[in-house]
């Protein structure tokens, strides 16, 4: 069965600093990642996917993941964290085309100045 | 464009009473979800509708919880009598289906649902 770690309930990070969001999966074949954000208040918004082909994957607000099959890792990263970067995320996990999403039970960064 | 849309966006009930939610998808979108997201314990899938296919119904907790989706559109989540326990948020989510990739999936802002 599918399962997706979220090792870290809640991270700090000062704004500026760099950010790493660590996602540890379990599927038996190669699966769909995604990286979801959930700001206070609103609903989940796609960050990146991995489907095949290059393991680093870019994202939007400069965020960027990198697939690691030999770990079954999919951390999500950025160089330099802005105030509004406050939020949950949450890594998922799907299987063939038309399945649903297993989720991760969130990491929630907070930003400090 | 239109995104996914919720009603109602708050709903606080008494234990016992029956409950509906609605999810109005993206336009063209065959496929749609629905989640169940609890404090501290993400995004729990329930059921899931593709086209005019059988839905997935492997997600709902029990009998009490139902949903369907009329004219492969607007869909709607019914509980029946409330239990505190379903105190959640509900996402619906929709997504084209082209039935070689995983397509990403649109949510909706969520139905709050307070069981008091």
């Known amino acids: 069965a599918q399962s997706v ?7 700090t990070v000062s704004e500026g600093a760099s950010l790493e969001l ?11 990642l995604f990286w979801y954000v959930q700001s206070p208040g609103q609903g989940l918004q796609l960050l990146l996917k991995y489907f095949s082909g290059d393991t680093l994957v870019q994202g939007i607000k400069g965020f960027e993941a990198e697939f690691k099959r030999s770990q079954s890792s999919f951390n999500l ?37 | 464009g239109a995104g996914v849309s919720q009603s109602p966006s708050n709903k606080v009930t008494e234990k016992g009473k029956d ?18 997201q609890s404090l501290g314990q993400g995004l729990e899938f329930l059921i899931y509708f593709q086209g005019n296919s059988a839905p997935d119904k492997s997600g709902l907790p029990s009998d009490r919880f139902s949903a369907e989706r009329t004219g492969g559109s607007v869909s709607t989540l019914t509980i029946q009598r409330t239990q505190q326990e379903d105190s959640a948020v509900y996402l619906c989510a929709s997504s084209y ?4 990739i995983h397509n990403e999936q649109f949510f909706g802002p969520g139905t709050r649902l307070t069981v008091l």
């Open chain 1, 5 to 11: 770690t979220q090792p870290d309930i809640h991270i």
């Open chain 1, 22 to 32: 660590r996602c540890n999966y379990s599927y038996g074949a190669t699966p769909y």
């Open chain 1, 77 to 113: 990263r950025k160089p330099s964290v802005h105030w509004s970067d406050a939020a949950e995320y949450f890594c998922a996990v799907g299987a063939k085309a038309g399945t649903a999403l297993i989720f991760g039970k969130g990491t929630t960064l907070s930003v400090s100045s």
């Open chain 2, 19 to 36: 409950v509906e939610l609605r999810c109005d998808p993206i336009s063209g979108h065959t496929a749609l979800y629905w989640y169940r």
């Open chain 2, 97 to 100: 289906y082209t039935g070689r």
